[in-house]
């Protein structure tokens, strides 16, 4: 028969039990064992009615309080393996903060992208606003407000892509892919009042092959100044602003007389060539980029001619300005030290991530 003293030694045992159960089914043993239906703790709980009536009090208190002690550390035990568990769990499944990441690639943008976007930013430090314009244009823009008319022989170097208009060819106003910029000078001068200063990035088209410099969709930027007073000095000004702060003013800038239908007078603009410096020669020979002259043709330039001015209702008296235009792709090979102007549409890699 149960007394106090064994219902002591079943708690001592009952509770070293529930310490050393390493995990949630060894917990629930321990409880069936001792707790259970048949448990040892509940037959001595059973055996009370069997004791003496003088005993039965202080028997069944102390059965009672070990029950509540086992039953406390039961729960206690279950609060501290499910911890565990967790911590283990966390441990196996914790990421690998040292292997080397997937490589991230970035894009960045097209050198052509960069070069409009310095060409503008360098023009909007002296006041020029960024426009653009329409690429399918009207010979009209394209050509007769610009001086250029039918049967001009300007229009030979222009070897210009016609196209069919969707609303039905006419032949008094033929459609084509823009041949260059120019014919925003005429469209914004129409549609705004002096002061003007605009820059025109954008794509042109020319029925041309292709060499280490030409290309027969490339780009342009057009610059386009208008104002009471300005003069050649104020043209020069610019393009020499222009020129140091693409280049850093290393440089040189050449301005020659040349001819252009919507200006006058009119010049060339050019730098000296990157690949040979300047002096037309290479290792291998004749420079290739330069084609030996030593001199890369940047752009054209001149004032704006007073016919293009009176076309769109400006008195020439009171109102000049100035014009330069060139192309995008070159000012590319410069910065970017780019040999072959078919390098920025061919889309290989190796070039873009690193021109
Ligand atoms: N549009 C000319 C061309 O493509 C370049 C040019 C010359 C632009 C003189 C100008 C200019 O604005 O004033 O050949």
């Known amino acids: 028969m149960a007394n106090v003293t064994d219902l002591m030694i079943m708690r001592e045992q009952a509770l070293a039990a529930v310490q050393g159960a390493p995990d949630v089914a060894e917990l629930e043993a321990v409880r069936v064992r ?25 028997f069944g208190a102390a059965a009672n309080q070990v029950k509540a002690d086992l039953e406390l550390a039961l729960d206690q ?14 441990a196996s499944e914790q990421a690998d903060l040292s292997l080397p990441p997937r490589r991230l690639r970035l894009g960045r943008l097209h050198p052509i992208s960069r070069t409009i976007r310095e060409v503008s930013r360098i023009l909007a430090t002296m006041g020029f606003e960024t426009v653009e314009g329409p690429e399918v244009e ?16 300007a229009r030979d170097k222009f070897n210009t892509l016609w196209v069919s208009d969707p609303l039905g060819d006419d032949p008094e106003r033929p459609v084509l892919l823009r041949t260059h910029t120019s014919p925003m000078q005429i469209r914004v001068m129409e549609s705004r009042r ?10 042109c088209y020319r029925f041309e092959a292709t060499d280490a ?42 301005f020659r007389p040349d001819y252009f239908p919507f200006t006058e007078p009119s010049a060339e603009i ?38 293009a001015l009176r076309r769109v209702g400006y008195d020439p008296e009171r109102h000049q300005g100035f014009a330069f235009g060139g192309g995008i792709e070159r000012l590319a090979m410069l910065l970017t030290g780019t040999p ?14 690193t021109a």
């Open 77 to 90: 035990g279950s609060a501290r393996v499910r911890g565990a568990a967790t911590l283990a769990q966390f």
């Open 194 to 203: 002096p002061p003007i200063r605009v820059c025109v990035p954008g794509r």
């Open 34 to 58: 001792w707790l259970g239906r048949s448990g040892l703790l509940t037959a001595a709980l059973r055996s009370v009615a069997a004791l003496p009536i003088e005993e039965r009090r202080a």
């Open 138 to 153: 009207s010979d009209y823009y394209n050509f007769e407000a610009l001086n250029i008319p039918r049967g001009h022989p």
């Open 340 to 353: 072959d102007i078919r390098l920025f549409q061919t889309n290989d890699l190796r070039f873009l991530e």
């Open 213 to 254: 410099t030409h290309e027969s969709v490339f780009f342009q930027y057009e610059g386009l100044a208008i104002d009471e007073q300005l003069s050649m000095a104020d043209l020069k000004g610019v393009l020499y602003s222009f020129a140091r702060q693409l280049f850093g003013g290393e440089r040189k800038v050449k």
């Open 270 to 307: 050019a730098f000296d060539c990157f690949v040979c410096n300047g002096g037309g020669r290479t290792n291998s020979g004749a420079c290739r980029t330069c084609g030996g002259s030593g001199w890369i043709e940047a752009a054209g330039c001149g004032m704006v001619h007073p016919a």
